[in-house]
């Protein structure tokens, strides 16, 4: 088949490679008609995550059609339109039990911490990615759900991270009506936490980024109040200023390791990969929060030194949250808005890419070319 296969930092491109085949009762083979490049896989793609090998694929964010089921497979049958969460879980562990899937105590023997995602490094599992024409799909009664009739395609690959990530974002953030919240990060989850936090009650919605074109889309997409940090001179006091002095009530956090890295992690991370990023954005949730007020992180952090303010978080009295998202617990509330038409995942996709064109396209989205917000690869099979 033809897949996307990661050659070191700055360098993917398209091979041949063998197809993925069952290899547990359980197991699902997908051939993928839609996938995604994700803000998060940015930090694959420049070297920043700890033991990602050569030869993996990447891609957490695809859907699909049921090429081939094993013996034990109940739920689905070959042909069936499926989607499939990013996270990879048994649904039987303790903390499947409890929703909690992208804690999953059964699917990652690298880690205690987090789960498994599905391209996303061996610190996550080491499972390969649908950045290509098939993907194994483990635990194929529990994970993938067969895509509603009246769902289109394009909407149905936002659910599978990007919208529920989001959408969970303002959930930890525990919104009352009438709220202030601030989202750090105009890329697609802190546009879909921004949308979302209106469906959870907000007053006001402010969006910080520094990129004017992912601005315009926060306040057409999601109807917010815009602050461009580059051209403040500081950030939490220009946010401050705009909250009567006192904070907003919720901030979150859908930047997270700043997938750009810092010069440090460019300079050494190859080689060393020190860290996942650096916590400004989190440092700034923490200074812009109103005391007692609360932080949702939900942007993706790996392994990180760097210090963050929990002195001044403890001080101020904040409630912290944060944790990566449990797709499919968020998916019948997202239906529904979608079904309703108060949410259109798909308004933010702004390119589509062939799979063989991908290393173009991880170019652009990481160079933040052409307007491109969310990139959606097409495998030639679609």
């Known amino acids: 088949m033809r897949a996307m296969v990661y050659r070191g930092p700055y360098r993917v491109r398209v091979e041949e490679k063998a197809p993925p085949r069952i290899e547990h009762p359980n197991d699902a083979i997908v051939r993928v008609t839609l996938a995604a490049i994700c ?5 694959l793609y420049h070297g920043m995550m700890p033991d990602t090998r050569v030869g993996t694929t990447f891609g957490h964010e695809f859907i699909g059609v049921v090429d081939e089921v094993g013996p034990s497979v109940q739920t689905l049958q070959p042909g069936d339109r499926v989607m499939v969460p990013f996270n990879v879980f048994c649904g039987t562990c303790w903390f499947c039990a409890r929703g909690l899937y992208s804690n999953c105590h059964n699917v990652n023997p690298n880690a205690t911490a987090v789960g498994a995602i599905y391209g996303y490094s061996h610190t996550t599992g080491g499972y390969d990615g649908g950045q290509a024409e098939y993907v194994r799909v483990p635990f194929a009664d529990v994970g993938p759900t067969k895509i509603p009739d009246w769902m289109d395609s394009e909407d149905a690959l936002m659910c599978t991270d990007a919208l529920p990530t989001g959408y969970f974002g303002a959930q930890l953030g525990d919104i009352t009506e009438g709220d202030v919240v601030v989202v750090f990060g105009a890329g697609p989850v802190g546009l879909y936490a921004a949308k979302s936090a209106w469906l959870m009650g907000a ?11 992912r601005l315009d889309l926060a306040a057409t997409f999601a109807h917010a109040e815009t602050l461009n940090f580059g051209q403040v001179g500081d950030v939490v006091v220009e946010l401050k200023k705009l909250t009567d002095h006192l904070g907003a009530d919720v901030v979150i956090d859908a930047v997270g390791a700043e997938a750009d890295g810092n010069l440090l992690q460019h300079l050494t991370s190859a080689k060393l990969k020190l860290q996942g990023g650096s916590p400004i954005a989190l440092n700034w949730a923490i200074d812009a929060v109103r005391k007692g007020g609360t932080v949702s992180v939900m942007g993706a952090y790996g392994p990180m030194f760097s210090a963050v303010k929990f002195g001044d978080a403890f001080n101020k009295g904040l409630t912290i949250r944060a944790n990566q998202c449990p797709v499919k617990r968020q998916w019948p509330r997202l239906f529904e808005h979608i079904r309703n ?12 890419i062939p799979l ?13 070319l052409d307007g491109c917000v969310k990139p959606v690869v097409v495998p030639p099979a679609a």
């Open 39 to 43: 803000g998060s896989d940015l930090h």
């Open 203 to 213: 007053g006001r919605v402010i969006v910080v980024d520094h990129l004017d074109y």
């Open 341 to 352: 038409g108060y949410l259109k995942p798909s308004e933010i996709i702004t390119h589509r």
């Open 356 to 368: 063989d064109h991908i290393a173009e396209g991880y170019h652009i989205f990481s160079a933040k």
